[in-house]
Antibody, heavy 121, light 111 residues
Framework: EVQLVESGGALVQPGGSLRLSCVSS????????MTWVRQAPGKGLEWVSG????????SYAESVKGRFIISRDMSKNTLYLEMNSLRGEDTAIYYC??????????????WGQGTLVTVSS | QIVLTQPPSVSGAPGQRVTISCSGSSSNIGADYDVHWYQQLPGTAPKLLIYDNDNRPSGVPDRFSGSKSGTVASLAITGLQAEDEADYYC???????????FGTGTQVTVL
């Protein structure tokens, strides 16, 4: 059974840093592209970052470029999102999701339950 | 921020048909990138409803269908049921960003 479990969300001050983790099971990160999506309170979905199955292609939304870093540890089946220089507008539930496969734009077929990041002084 | 435009809300009586539009541009939907749809029930993670414009994952009722033409994609729900009350989002690829874009979201209400 495919499962994604995020963790690492917390209350952090503006300008601070946080690392989110997403532990996967039931499949290998080496065969699927992965993505981070966030949702601010009461708002819609916003794509944050993605990494290809090979790890050779990464991309970021303009809103986080230069501040966030996506990575993964294959030995731990874990996807990460390192977030730096956090701002109030980064406050959101962060979801990791698996690309369905069959190309970079194939839809996200499995999602984690989300982890809440709150940026506030 | 580049987004796909959806109506904020649609509603219908049980059994009726409703449609949700998703309007993009020549750099996303109009560039022939596939569109995917998600259903988000209150307090839960999104769920893939339609992929590659008009395909349903296993387990999704055939009451849900998708289509795409030009720069606009659509999601139709026929035989509307109370359990369909949720937020719905479209999603595609944006070439200028080398990344993904989501729609603004549509809240479906069953009257």
């Amino acid at each position: 059974e495919v499962q994604l479990v995020e963790s690492g969300g917390a209350l952090v001050q503006p300008g601070g840093s946080l690392r989110l983790s997403c532990v996967s099971s039931g499949f290998s990160l080496s065969t699927y592209s992965m993505t981070w999506v966030r949702q601010a309170p009461g708002k819609g979905l916003e794509w944050v970052s993605g990494i290809s199955e090979s790890g050779g292609r990464v991309s970021y939304a303009e809103s986080v470029k230069g501040r966030f870093i996506i990575s993964r540890d294959m030995s731990k089946n874990t996807l990460y999102l390192e977030m730096n220089s956090l701002r109030g507008e980064d406050t959101a539930i962060y979801y990791c999701a698996r690309n369905r496969g069959g190309g970079w734009n194939s839809g996200f077929d499995y999602w984690g339950q989300g982890t809440l990041v709150t940026v506030s002084s | 921020q580049i987004v796909l435009t959806q109506p904020p809300s649609v509603s219908g009586a049980p059994g009726q048909r409703v449609t949700i539009s998703c309007s993009g541009s020549s750099s996303n939907i109009g560039a022939d990138y596939d569109v995917h749809w998600y259903q988000q029930l209150p307090g839960t993670a999104p769920k893939l409803l339609i992929y590659d414009n008009d395909n349903r994952p296993s387990g999704v009722p055939d009451r849900f269908s998708g289509s795409k033409s030009g720069t606009v994609a659509s999601l139709a729900i026929t035989g509307l049921q109370a359990e369909d009350e949720a937020d719905y989002y479209c999603q595609s690829y944006e070439s200028s960003l080398s990344g993904y874009v989501f729609g603004t979201g549509t809240q479906v209400t069953v009257l």
